[in-house]
């Protein structure tokens, strides 16, 4: 077994535009010798929705700083700091940062190979590819 170690500042971290203002941070991934999860920081600028989505794989989203309104299948809610989801794979939900400064959060995913299934087109593409744009 091939065993990885790695400290990522933050500042190190490889930049991703996302379109819309979006931002990703990846973290932990296959690239780095990830094997169980996938992980990484977005930036959410102020009144941006993230399209309504569902990915392959269960997803733990935490809020670092700003308030995101998430909207999970039917049910929504608006998180602060800390403040933190579940969400089952396939289950269609949505983000928009509702707070009046950036908000950065923290998200995980259970899978390596995880992928996003945008809900207004079904058109499904790997996570951080040239077609995970909004």
Known sequence: MNQQTHFLPFDTLPVVPRGLGIVNYPIAS??????????????????????????NAEEQVTILQGKVKIRLGEREQVCGRFDSTFISANVEHELVNVGDETAYVLVVYGSPDVNRTFAGTGETVGIGSEGDRF
Request: net charge positive; hydrophobic share 35%.
């Open 30 to 55: 296959k690239k780095l010798g990830a094997r169980a999860f996938h992980t990484g920081i977005s930036e959410l600028p102020v009144g941006v929705p993230v399209p309504r989505h569902s990915h």
